[in-house]
């Protein structure tokens, strides 16, 4: 038997060919499937209320469940919250249409700074109403918290079948090291991703931290969720197209507030569900002034383009 190298030169394959040798085939590599971004909701308003709902949680179901994961914010889940028991009601129709709802708990030491059993009790506060997670807000080691604490409170989530969304600024904070909790269920959110109120941010620091996210993705299977602030169509798209090629498995664009302040919460249809099936590469290529990034499936290139300050936008062009 000839063992025949993937990338072996065409002349010597027709040899073996012509020769009728039989052939086996070594170092081929899988190509990465394509992750369509599917629909993030962080909401910090009344749920009852949401874009002009007021108060019929028929219509605010029907508003949430447009989107694949919604985040409810910080204590609904409490008995005295105005609008607790409308919001339980809202919960339940979403898990009936298989959607994912988390709730709001602060894990932060500089911010709240709960106690454990002040943790455990809104998580089990959410539990009662029916959320599937609980999103961890203020959670790397710049709000003072430690491994420790992520990873009790953590823990804590998966014995009531609950998983979580850890918000924490730098991914080191939460991948990095040991006693790291974290299965192939729960998700981590990149903040302010590559918009943050209208403001464009450095695309070589966006790079570096959505290379260091896709590879504790790929590490841990722990999914990528992400979440911007544009202003304009042109940010929108940079922000989608920066989320689509990095292969990462949510994407939301919302206000600076997310929606605490006006009950609104916008629901932007995706540029695009299919562009290809599978990745041609496992890498983000760019230009060596830094202004333009790009990644290609078998029949579309997603790219997107800026200086990091004053413009940029996103598309896809055909192979």
Known sequence: MIILLFNQAPEIIEAIIFLKLPIHFQGSVDLTPVTVPQYLAIYYGWPSLVENSLGDVTAASNWFAQFDLIVLGDGIWKTTHGDHSKTQTIITN???RNKKVFGYVDLGVSTQNLSVLQM???VDGWSVMGANGIFWDDA???YGVTRQRQSSMIQYCHSKNMNVIMNAWNPDDVFDGSNVQLNSNDIYLLESYLVSNGTYLSLPAWKEKADKC???????GVKMACLSTPTTHDQFLQAWFGTAMYN???FQATDITYSASNNRLAFTVNPSSSYGSNWQNDTITSNAANTYFSRSTESWTLSISGDGASWGYGTFTSI
Do not use: E, P
Not at 214 to 220: D, G, Q, T, V
């Open 120 to 122: 455990q009790t809104a």
């Open 94 to 96: 979403l898990i009936a």
């Open 214 to 220: 896709a590879n504790y993705k790929n590490h841990s």
């Open 248 to 250: 990462f498995d949510y």
């Open 140 to 142: 790397g080691f710049d």
